[in-house]
């Protein structure tokens, strides 16, 4: 994952000092927040020409204007890498240059779906979710946006996701797990020893009470399938969610373990002539590792952590209910 230092949310360091130690600690890019009811273009436009001069960091520009248009040919003179409109604030149709400089996305605000995103799908790469009040450093990360994640990623497979707001250790571990692309990270990375906290929001947690609840993937989401099933059918869901393993539950709708694509290997392997006649208890793990609904985000890494095997996915109990999932194949692509 990707992190973009948000560079004026330092107000005590000068420019090139802060490009300068950002640039030693190989920052991903650089964002430059624009709000042209509040800043002349001017101001940014000689901050990009200094950054310029000492760095050749992909710039990330965030614009938000009612009228966004008449920063096209800043965007083209300057050839800036990243450029996001705001959406809640545009009053007018966009005209999107395309170019081999410049890529572009649509930020949107909590409060706003990401049915949003549709009508320029054709022309952005990717979104920006803005999980705190936009211009505002220093924010708390608002929950509901780990599940507008998953439901753009479903939808919209091949735009990336990149977020601005709230985002410390914990919260990037997160959207590491739910794969976003990149993350803009303001105070919790600019004001403080900025080598430590980037390592922190690249690859590890510090500390984290946060419930696992809090951003798993729901029941709802989850492929789920009857003991008494039939093994083809634990196949069709497997292909049709795309998850690697089925659920399983008895006819009481309680948690009775899992089959995943390893186990059908070993049935496959064990039984081949009388395959298709198994039914899904015969072959499921009906030990799995499990986490409980109220775990913090500390003690699922102490459980997963502790055994010497690749874990992709752990189911999330309450009691004997299934209330959820949480899973690692993208921490595992973003990290291998």
Do not use: W
């Not at 890019?29 to 020409?49: L, P, R």
């Not at 395309?98 to 009508?119: M, N, R």
């Not at 696992?212 to 869901?237: G, H």
Request: with cysteine; hydrophobic share 35%; proline share 2%.
């Amino acid at each position: 994952m990707k992190i973009s230092a948000s560079i004026y949310s330092n107000k005590n360091r000068s420019l090139e000092d802060l490009i300068k130690e950002l640039d030693s600690v190989k920052i991903d890019m650089f964002h430059v927040d624009f709000n042209d009811q509040k800043t002349e273009i001017e101001k940014v436009e000689k901050d990009i020409i200094e950054i310029r001069k000492i760095s050749n960091t992909p710039i990330d520009l965030h614009i938000i204007s009612e009228k966004p248009n008449k920063y096209n040919n800043f965007i083209k003179r300057n050839k800036i890498e990243y450029v996001t409109y705001q959406v809640e604030n545009i009053k007018e149709n966009i005209i999107f240059h395309k170019s081999k400089d410049t890529s572009f996305g649509l930020a949107i605000t909590s409060g706003t779906s990401i049915e949003k995103f549709e009508e320029y799908k054709s022309s952005c790469d990717f979104i920006l979710l803005m999980t705190t009040t936009p211009g505002e450093s220093g924010g708390t990360f608002n929950k509901i946006n780990f599940k507008k994640i998953r439901d753009f990623k479903k939808k919209y497979p091949s735009k990336k996701i990149h977020i601005d707001g709230g985002v410390n250790d914990e919260i990037s571990l997160i959207l590491r797990i739910h794969g976003v692309k990149s993350v803009v990270s303001g105070s919790y990375l600019v004001n403080g020893n900025i080598a430590k906290s980037l390592l922190e929001l690249k690859s590890s947690v510090s500390s984290s009470k946060m419930p696992v609840s809090d951003f798993m993937l729901l029941r709802k989401e989850l492929p789920i399938i009857k003991e008494n099933e039939r093994i083809d059918k634990a196949l069709e869901k497997i292909e049709l969610y795309d998850f690697g393993c089925v659920f399983v539950e008895n006819e009481n709708n309680d948690f009775t373990g899992i089959v995943s694509m390893a186990d059908v290997r070993k049935s496959l392997i064990k039984s081949l002539d009388n395959f298709k006649n198994l039914k899904v208890k015969d072959i499921k793990n009906s030990d799995p590792i499990v986490i409980n609904k109220n775990d913090s985000i500390n003690k699922m890494l102490k459980i997963t952590q502790s055994h010497d095997f690749l874990i992709s996915f752990v189911p999330v109990i309450n009691n004997k209910e299934l209330v959820g999932s949480v899973t690692f194949f993208n921490l595992i692509r973003s990290e291998s």
